[in-house]
């Protein structure tokens, strides 16, 4: 594009990217939300409990793997548990 050159590219650039920084964060939301609802009625469909929070306990039930004792904020979302059982 040829701007004139009184133009303020700068601000306009700048608006532009707080834009598309606003839009990827409201997308992102809604991702998340939809993945939570459709894992929950995973859960519910298999006769499972869903947990959407953070499960700290996660790296201690599987310490055995030991890339899960790496790195800040160890914990697992979305968590589906229970017993399942194919003749549900």
């Known amino acids: 594009m040829n701007f004139p050159s009184n133009f303020p590219s700068g601000p306009v650039i700048v ?5 598309m920084m606003v839009a990827a964060g409201i997308y992102g ?3 998340q939300r ?3 609802e459709e894992l ?3 859960a519910q469909r298999l006769g499972l409990d869903f947990n959407p929070g953070h ?4 790296p201690c ?11 800040d ?3 697992a979302t979305n968590v ?3 017993i399942f059982s194919q003749n549900t």
């Not at 608006?15 to 834009?19: E, M, P, S």
Request: proline share 0%; net charge positive.
């Open 15 to 19: 608006v532009l990217f707080v834009g």
């Open 29 to 31: 939301s809604i991702v």
């Open 34 to 36: 939809k993945r939570r």
């Open 40 to 42: 929950f009625e995973l």
């Open 55 to 58: 499960d700290e306990g996660i």
């Open 61 to 71: 039930h599987f310490d055995f793997l030991k890339q899960l004792d790496k790195g």
């Open 73 to 75: 904020n160890r914990y």
């Open 80 to 82: 589906i548990s229970g």
